[in-house]
């Protein structure tokens, strides 16, 4: 695979070419998604529950996601590798600053951050600083206890119009990618058109520009639950390579998220 950058993913966009991510935490699996061509890798602080056994992603530190991420990029040289800020890393934009720095030496191309406006101070301090940023709006899990739970976000008119000027805004403070979770697929369609930088949605409908998985899921070997809108593509191939490959495909020719794993 050539080197991906942020300049392939706005072509895309621009082209109407859809594009599929993963999670990724080792550099086994990186290499296994590098050699199948999956462009775009994160290093979820997902992996507090999907490897630690975790309730919730709040116990993640920096320093589980920078060794992550040194496995991963080992792995995959060649992805554009996004590595989480893990909880209460990015309270000030000072914090940011150091916590983002240990993630792109440990080899992220890009951080991302889970919240909206309050954060513009914040993308614009790490931007300005060579840091890209991925705005991760919707169900943002490090919110669980805001939340009361892991529900879908934006379903009410108020809501939904808040996270397309969050989106909107996030774009002026020069965040370069906006990562929706769990929402309504009319809410991510509005926000994919709203903003001209690259928008990848996990249970956000087929019409956002890419995809993302938690490869757990991709898999079905999540320990304890499997969210409605993900897919097992290891049940349908039997291989671990090929399922990696029919996500890839699928979600490029857009028969991934059809409407059973869509949120109306
Ligand atoms: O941590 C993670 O794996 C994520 C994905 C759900 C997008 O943020």
């Not at 050699?35 to 999907?50: A, I, K, N, R």
Request: proline share 4%; net charge negative.
């Amino acid at each position: 695979m050539k080197k991906i950058t942020i300049n392939d993913l706005i072509t895309w966009k621009r082209d109407g070419r859809k594009f599929a991510s993963s999670t990724a935490y080792d550099a086994s699996f990186a290499q296994l998604f590098e050699q199948q061509e999956m462009p775009v890798l994160l290093v979820g602080d997902s992996l507090g529950m999907v490897l630690q056994g975790q309730d919730n992603t709040l116990p993640v530190t920096i320093e589980d996601m920078a060794y992550h991420t040194r496995s991963v990029r080992l792995g995959s040289p060649n992805s554009l590798l996004m590595a989480d800020m893990p909880f209460m890393s990015y309270a000030t934009p000072e914090q940011a600053g150091q916590n983002a720095a240990k993630l792109m030496q440990s080899g992220a191309n890009m951080v991302k951050l889970e919240g909206g406006k309050w954060l513009v101070d914040t993308v614009k301090f790490l931007t300005e600083r060579a840091v890209p940023v991925c705005a991760h709006l919707g169900l943002t899990p490090q919110s669980v206890n805001i939340f009361g739970g892991y529900k879908i976000q934006g379903r009410d008119q108020e809501k939904a119009d808040q996270m397309v000027s969050d989106a909107i805004a996030m774009q002026e403070a020069g965040a370069q990618i906006v990562l929706l979770e769990c929402v309504p697929a009319e809410l991510a369609k509005r926000i994919t058109k709203a903003v001209d930088i690259p928008v990848i949605g996990i249970g956000a409908g087929s019409d956002t520009d890419g995809q993302i998985l938690v490869m757990h899921d991709m898999f079905g070997i999540s320990a304890n639950y499997m969210p409605k809108f993900s897919k097992n593509f290891l049940a349908e191939t039997g291989d671990i390579r090929k399922a990696v490959s029919l996500y890839i495909s699928e979600v490029q020719d857009g028969t991934f998220p059809g409407s059973d794993h869509t949120i109306a």
